[in-house]
């Protein structure tokens, strides 16, 4: 079982950065693979980004890459979203998941609240 807990979303000018982090429980975090999502007012949940359990390798969203970075610290059971360069278009809620193995996620956060102002 793995629990996730989302924090560092808040309000940001476009052009702005912000940094999202995921702490998970469980003892096992670091053989799952970790993703965010996003789902904004009126529209389905939608794939940002995601990065192996190794690190070795990280997948983006068309609309993100380039600016969105995501990254994990299996020692402090943590997975990051490094967002730069933000547009009005990335307000939304931001959610962590992980998985056996991507795109298969089982495991949910509660959410974060990005909103980008232009």
């Known amino acids: 079982q793995v629990q996730l807990v989302e924090s560092g979303g808040g309000l940001v000018q476009a052009g702005g950065s912000l940094r999202l982090s995921c702490a998970a429980s469980g003892r096992t975090f670091s053989s799952y693979d970790k993703g965010w999502f996003r789902q904004a007012p009126g529209k389905e949940r939608e794939f940002v980004a995601a990065i192996t359990w190794s690190g070795g390798s990280t997948y983006y969203s068309d609309s993100v890459k380039g600016r969105f970075t995501i990254s994990r610290d299996n020692a402090k059971n943590t997975v990051y979203l490094q967002m730069n360069n933000m547009k009005p278009e990335d307000t939304a809620v931001y959610y962590c998941?992980?998985?056996?193995?991507?795109?298969?996620?089982?495991?949910w956060g509660q959410g974060t609240q990005v909103n980008v102002s232009s």
């Open positions: 998941a992980a998985a056996l193995k991507h795109p298969a996620y089982a495991y």
